[in-house]
């Protein structure tokens, strides 16, 4: 009788223990945490539910390294699943993220630097650069001298023209080439045309002119040499000679003649009446 008492213990606590089971991995889902789905493995070594829970365990513990905003439990994760390929590129590119942001409070030239110089395999290296060129040419627009911005604008390009009203003078552009650009429009044609020059170190001037004129249901292109002598006052005895013209039959390059062109030293501009040319590059002389 005891012995029947017993086995039938023994049942009934496998049979509350196996529902317990079943019960178990439901409330395991809903509670949702690691900490659950661990202690529910440890109790199911066996279980159907085992990749499933693992999975989940995985998901949850990349969730936390993600958003924790934090480079240690980044590596925590990287320690903890370090077969797991998946998640490689994304770890560097937060770890990436998080050096960079590290500096980012400081805003400074030298930081941004030491930042590059630290870190060169760095995901966030353009940005810095990025950073390091807008903040030096914000020094230059304060100093606002036509010298630096020159340099400035050699260096890192001519989009930054556009944003500054500069006055460039003459001595400024010796050994520089420098393309300036009118745009000419009104209700009958639109013109644009395109002069670069050639500030020669022995104050010789040389270039190009092109331009393109649009006008009702016609249009022409056109492109010449350009040549003749400069200082610091202004420019000297410029001749230009066409070298090609869209609208002529059978073109021939013409002689070379008196092109009026000026530097008006007040406004930092070329004129040829009526045109008006602005500076829109600068770049170093080929030669």
């Known amino acids: 009788m005891r012995n029947l008492f017993l086995r039938n213990l023994v ?3 496998v049979l509350i223990i196996s529902c317990n089971s ?7 889902k809903n509670e949702n945490t690691v900490l659950a789905y661990e202690e529910f493995l440890a109790n199911n070594p ?24 934090s480079i240690v439990a980044l590596d925590s994760f990287g320690i903890k699943y370090p077969e797991d390929e998946v998640f490689v590129d994304s770890i560097n590119s937060l770890k990436d ?5 590290e500096i980012m409070p400081e805003h400074k030239i030298e930081a941004y630097q030491k930042f590059i110089d630290d870190y060169p395999e760095n995901n966030n290296l353009y940005k810095a650069k990025r950073e390091i060129e807008k903040l030096k040419w914000n020094e230059v627009k304060k100093n606002n001298k036509s010298k630096e911005i020159a340099e400035f604008v050699l260096e890192h390009g001519a989009k930054y023209l556009d944003s500054i ?13 420098v393309s300036f650009e009118a745009n000419e429009k009104d209700s009958l044609s639109d013109t644009y045309e395109k002069v670069t020059l050639n500030f020669n170190r022995n104050k010789t001037l040389t270039g190009i002119y092109e331009g393109f004129r649009e006008e ?3 249009s022409a292109a056109w ?34 003649d008196a092109f009026n062109l000026f530097f008006e030293e007040e406004d930092g501009v070329l004129t040829r009446e009526p045109r008006i040319y602005k500076v829109v590059d600068i770049a170093e002389i080929e030669e």
Do not use: C, Q
């Open 11 to 13: 049942f009934l606590f």
């Open 165 to 177: 009203d500069v006055k460039f003078k003459l001595k400024d552009f010796m050994g520089y080439a």
């Open 22 to 28: 079943a019960k178990n991995w439901n409330e395991v």
């Open 46 to 69: 066996e279980t159907e539910h085992k990749d499933s829970v693992l999975l989940l365990i995985t998901e949850l513990d990349w969730l936390f390294a993600k958003n924790a905003h």
């Open 223 to 256: 492109s010449g040499e350009l040549r003749g002598e400069f200082d610091e006052y202004g420019l000297y005895a410029v001749e230009n000679r066409l070298t090609d013209f869209s609208d002529a039959y059978e073109f021939e390059t013409e002689p070379w």
């Open 216 to 218: 009702f249901n016609n």
């Open 97 to 101: 993220d998080l050096i960079y942001d």
